[in-house]
């Protein structure tokens, strides 16, 4: 039979003591006295775990990039991107960037992986629950939410203003001259639901319509996969907003499935603007998120809480408009369904 894993949590609860204090003992990190440092470790060599892989090179920083697994899926590169920003500003500041991925049980239970308690800093990639931010900020370590707006105040973020996003694709569209617009998204996250009222506000100040059915969701959370089999509306939109780039990139293969060409038959603005927008056919109008800037910020906001600063803060970034072939001013006969072949 196989040996059940040994985890901080077991040697701690062994010892007596948090989960948080085995790790500043075996990772040699002050605030931990010799003698249960040197308990702690004897354990964990008793047991069979390995604590070297806790520590960093003499020196360095050691933090963690924690994202929840629906986030860093291989054709989502949204966060992906973010991560590579981030490392690089961590490979210049002499500090060692870990990936831990959030399971969905986990994230449920606000169950942390163990290796979190040990670092020297956490950084969120994307929204994750409530149970999750409230075990993070018991830990006491500097933590900074990326792309995530924790409204509770535990932690500080680096965010985009969601709500703006939805009324700058929405009035972009209208500018163009597209009067029926639907909102195709992929998750229930707080960052879909303020695109979609952002939208819906234009919308009622314009006095445009918008028709349940041309809010369209193109994925299946429980199967963690975009999908293909639902059924376009009766009615189409002229146009689409699509939460994010690679809801675009299935929406779009569904339309062009359906017979219909995107950019003549029916407009499409995506947002966050990597390079799945741009390779796509035809390279899609964008709200620009810079990847970039949200890493240089959310490490601007880590420094200042390693050097003592615990106050909470919440970062904004500015975005704005890529255009590209797939939202043009429209004609009336770009709106007309393609003859199926």
């Not at 085995?22 to 605030?31: F, H, I, T, W, Y």
């Not at 445009?208 to 089999?229: C, G, S």
């Not at 990847?291 to 880590?302: N, Q």
């Amino acid at each position: 039979m196989a040996k059940d894993k040994v985890t901080l949590s077991k040697i701690a609860e062994q010892l007596g003591v948090s989960k948080i204090t085995v790790s500043r003992a075996l990772k040699g990190q002050p605030g931990v006295s010799e003698s249960l440092r040197r308990e702690a470790r004897l354990l964990a060599s008793k047991l069979g775990y390995t604590y070297e892989r806790l520590r960093s090179v003499e020196g360095k920083s050691r933090f963690v990039f924690l994202v929840p697994k629906r986030f860093f899926l291989a054709g989502d590169i949204f966060y992906h991107e973010i991560y590579y920003h981030l490392n690089s500003l961590c490979v210049e500041n002499n500090a060692d960037l870990f990936v831990n991925i959030l399971e969905a049980g986990a994230e449920a239970q606000g169950s942390l992986p163990d290796d979190i308690a040990g670092a020297d800093g956490i950084f969120i990639g994307g929204e994750v629950a409530e149970p999750v931010v409230r075990a993070i900020a018991a830990l006491s370590v500097p933590c900074v939410a990326i792309d995530f707006n924790v409204i509770n105040g535990l932690l500080s973020c680096v965010i985009i203003d969601n709500y703006m996003v939805g009324i700058m694709a929405a009035e972009y569209l209208i500018k163009q001259g597209y009067r029926k617009i639907g909102f195709v998204s992929a998750d229930s996250t707080s960052s879909a639901s303020d695109r979609l009222h952002g939208f819906t506000r234009v919308l009622g100040q314009k006095n445009l319509p918008f028709r349940k059915e041309w809010n369209i969701v193109n994925y299946d959370e429980a199967a963690t996969a975009y999908i293909m089999d639902f059924a376009l509306p009766e009615e189409m939109p002229e146009a689409f907003i699509c939460y994010n780039d690679v809801t675009a990139y299935y929406f779009v293969e569904k339309l062009k499935s359906s017979g219909y060409h995107v950019g003549r038959d029916v407009g499409i603005v995506s947002i966050d603007n990597t390079n799945m927008a741009a390779s796509c056919a035809p390279p899609l109008t964008c709200i620009n998120i810079d990847r970039s800037r949200f890493a240089a910020e959310a490490m601007g906001l880590m420094k200042e809480q390693l050097k003592g600063n615990a106050a909470v803060r919440r970062v904004y970034l500015n975005i704005n408009i890529v255009e590209r072939e797939s939202a043009p001013v429209k004609k009336e006969a770009r709106h007309e369904k393609v003859r199926r072949l």
